[in-house]
T-cell receptor, first 114, second 114 residues
């Protein structure tokens, strides 16, 4: 059974800092991995999608890396802004016999202060 | 481009009343469709998924049911709501076989059963 752990659980930083959000998952048989953000009371917004054959993806100030064999992914946020405040979710998509199933952790709650 | 619509955004219903939440996807055909629930302070739980019209798979036994009357329409229902049905309901879709296999989520429905 896939389990996802995100560290830290919560992070509060001043504006402008470079951030590292860590994710680990127990089953490396994944098809891909997505990073989402969720604003309070809102749905999930996809930030980055990394295929299992890829090592990283970049979009603007965001960079996500994937080490499938060790079950780790990291989201880097450069020059953080108050608008980055949200919950960040690392979500692996299962491969193999559980094809397509998503597993959610508790996420990292990020607060960026002006 | 593909879009996903979910309504209503907020719903307050008395215990024992019926429920109908609707989700529609535009700009794609034959999507895989999903219903998730997020209880307060907890992660997302998969309730139902559908790979085609009339094809519904249930992940957990509960007081809810799902239907897919059209290719791009997914409905979550209940005949009699329970207090424990309160939560944030999210619809999602993905296009299997289209290469990216990324998930897109709707904006969610906040259901409060009173």
């Amino acid at each position: 059974k896939q389990e996802v752990t995100q560290i830290p659980a919560a992070l509060s930083v001043p504006e402008g800092e470079n951030l590292v959000l860590n994710c680990s998952f127990t089953d490396s048989a994944i098809y891909n991995l997505q990073w989402f953000r969720q604003d309070p009371g809102k749905g999930l917004t996809s930030l980055l999608l990394i295929q299992s054959s890829q090592r990283e993806q970049t979009s603007g100030r965001l960079n996500a890396s994937l080490d499938k064999s060790s079950g780790r992914s990291t989201l880097y946020i450069a020059a953080s802004q108050p608008g980055d405040s949200a919950t960040y979710l690392c979500v692996p998509t299962a491969g193999g016999t559980s094809y397509g199933k998503l597993t959610f952790g508790q996420g990292t709650i990020l607060t960026v202060h002006p | 481009s593909q879009t996903i619509h979910q309504w209503p955004a907020t719903l307050v219903q008395p215990v024992g009343s019926p429920l109908s939440l609707e989700c529609t996807v535009e700009g794609t055909s034959n999507p895989n469709l999903y219903w998730y629930r997020q209880a307060a302070g907890r992660g997302l739980q998969l309730l139902f998924y559908s790979v085609g019209i009339g094809q519904i798979s249930s992940e957990v036994p509960q007081n809810l049911s799902a239907s897919r009357p059209q290719d791009r329409q997914f409905i979550l229902s209940s005949k009699k709501l329970l207090l424990s049905d309160s939560g944030f309901y999210l619809c999602a879709w993905t296009g299997v076989g289209q290469g990216t296999f990324g998930y897109t989520f709707g904006s969610g429905t906040r259901l409060t059963v009173v």
